[in-house]
């Protein structure tokens, strides 16, 4: 089992490696209920492993507009679908992950962003679902619509 594992492993490394991958960095701006508004600034990398599909890993940091609090730090997966449809370079993403919570390391949020965007060279925008799910009990969960622009180095 642990020779399957190893194997597994190193061929989705060596797929990856061997694919094109390619660092990008985002921008979000955040505007969720509660009078909370943010910002986010995320970057990472991702990997072909289908002309069509990408798989990736992401870190971030998202924090308040008048930096009140300790900043959230994102640290996700990427699953990015895209295509051409005639001239437009259409693309669907989705970033599952968690939230480190720097005021209070026992209150996070695991995190799921669905977004949905066109590519413009390397340059990229689209607007997505982002949803928080609180670990503290009995906070509940968050969420609201969000944009993205990004570039693909």
């Known amino acids: 089992m642990k020779k399957l594992l190893l ?3 190193l061929l989705g490394g060596a797929a990856l490696s061997a694919s094109a991958v390619s660092p990008f960095l985002e921008f979000q701006p955040v505007i969720a209920g509660d009078h909370y508004t943010a910002f986010n600034i995320q970057g990472g990398i991702t990997g072909k ?18 930096f009140k609090h300790g900043p959230l730090i994102p640290i996700f997966g990427r699953a990015e679908f895209s295509g ?3 001239s437009l370079n259409p693309f669907f993403s989705f970033d599952v992950g968690y939230e480190i919570n720097t005021d209070n390391t026992d209150y996070g949020a695991v995190l799921v962003n669905p977004m ?13 679902y982002l949803a928080h799910c609180w670990t503290q009990s009995g906070s509940g969960s968050t969420s609201c619509f969000n944009m993205k622009i990004g570039y693909n180095f």
């Open 49 to 66: 492993v289908h002309p069509n599909i990408a798989l990736g890993l992401g870190l971030g940091i998202t924090e308040e507009w008048n």
């Open 84 to 86: 051409r449809v005639g």
């Open 116 to 128: 949905i965007g066109l590519k413009f060279g390397n340059w990229y925008g689209g607007i997505g």
């Open 7 to 9: 194997s597994t492993v």
